[in-house]
């Protein structure tokens, strides 16, 4: 299974069309060799940019999904195309979305933990209603997002409901940068499930994101990994590994909470 996490850059002199058109432009690049295509959190409007959510939000069957859909048709791949800020009946969310290999849409998940810190998320959006795992050809896949990393209890959600992979798409700055790393390992180790995550990179309304996109097995080893210039991280990896060391080493099995 061919893996292609595109670290996007945000740039604030972009308008949400201008970076639609440069990201989709890496998504036909990437598609080249991958079986699966990530994008970032918010990346269209920009995380920070919070004067923007309530002007640049798209219903589930806008354009803005409608687009990426099509790429997946038309390339053949799946593509968790990060997420959007979601209209719906008045509500606001942060939704991401990922489609297979015919453009169906596989599944959207709503984002649970909302931050607050430095953040106006948590004052502008709805938070979603919990853990979301979807069937794929690769297995079962968990969908989240971003400060949902610090929660172990949504993974493990997941993993009662059969989840083999994360797939974690973020806009986590550069100043809580180890924090970002540790739990990208962790989470993958304590679940023994592969993760793989999307980050951006860039300063955006004074942030600075910390990139460094990841793809870590289920012993919690990094298989590929990038710094915090725009890239695209490339992995191979195989999704039998998981029940191959949950079988050898069978820590899940021993849980007895």
């Given at each position: 299974?061919?893996?292609?996490?595109?670290?996007?850059?945000?740039?604030?002199?972009?308008?949400?069309?201008?970076?639609?058109?440069?990201?989709?432009?890496?998504?036909?690049?990437?598609?080249?060799?991958?079986?699966?295509?990530?994008?970032?959190?918010?990346?269209?409007t920009?995380?920070?940019?919070?004067?923007?959510?309530?002007?640049?939000?798209?219903?589930?069957?806008?354009?803005?999904?409608?687009?990426?859909?099509?790429?997946?048709?038309?390339?053949?791949?799946?593509?968790?195309?990060?997420?959007?800020?979601?209209?719906k009946?008045?509500?606001?969310?942060?939704?991401?979305?990922?489609?297979?290999?015919?453009?169906?849409?596989?599944?959207?998940?709503?984002?649970?933990?909302?931050?607050?810190?430095?953040?106006r998320?948590?004052?502008?959006l709805?938070?979603?209603?919990?853990?979301?795992?979807?069937?794929?050809?690769?297995?079962?896949?968990?969908?989240?997002?971003?400060y949902?990393?610090?929660?172990?209890?949504?993974?493990?959600?997941?993993?009662d409901?059969?989840?083999?992979?994360?797939?974690?798409?973020?806009?986590?700055?550069?100043?809580?940068?180890?924090?970002w790393?540790?739990?990208?390992?962790?989470?993958?180790?304590?679940?023994?499930?592969?993760?793989?995550?999307?980050?951006?990179?860039?300063?955006?309304?004074?942030?600075?994101?910390?990139?460094?996109?990841?793809?870590?097995?289920?012993?919690?080893?990094?298989?590929?990994?990038?710094?915090?210039?725009?890239?695209?991280?490339?992995?191979?990896?195989?999704?039998?590994?998981?029940?191959?060391?949950?079988?050898?080493?069978?820590?899940?099995?021993?849980?007895?909470?």
């Open positions: 299974m061919k893996i292609a996490s595109i670290q996007l850059e945000i740039k604030d002199q972009e308008s949400k069309a201008q970076r639609i058109e440069r990201a989709a432009a890496l998504v036909d690049r990437a598609a080249q060799d991958a079986d699966l295509i990530l994008l970032p959190e918010i990346w269209a920009g995380y920070f940019s919070f004067d923007k959510y309530v002007e640049e939000a798209e219903p589930i069957d806008g354009p803005f999904v409608q687009l990426f859909a099509d790429k997946a048709k038309r390339h053949g791949v799946y593509l968790f195309a990060g997420s959007f800020v979601e209209v009946d008045g509500k606001y969310y942060n939704t991401s979305i990922m489609f297979d290999r015919q453009g169906g849409l596989v599944g959207t998940y709503q984002k649970t933990h909302l931050f607050r810190y430095g953040s998320e948590g004052e502008l709805t938070r979603g209603e919990g853990a979301k795992v979807f069937d794929t050809e690769f297995g079962k896949v968990g969908l989240t997002t971003c949902d990393l610090r929660f172990p209890e949504l993974y493990r959600q997941q993993v409901q059969g989840a083999e992979i994360f797939l974690v798409t973020s806009a986590w700055p550069h100043q809580r940068l180890e924090h790393k540790l739990f990208n390992a962790t989470r993958a180790l304590e679940n023994q499930c592969y993760l793989v995550s999307c980050n951006c990179v860039g300063t955006t309304r004074g942030v600075l994101l910390g990139g460094h996109s990841s793809v870590v097995d289920p012993w919690g080893i990094m298989v590929a990994t990038s710094g915090e210039q725009e890239t695209i991280v490339k992995a191979d990896i195989d999704p039998a590994e998981v029940a191959r060391i949950r079988d050898v080493f069978p820590s899940l099995k021993h849980r007895v909470l």
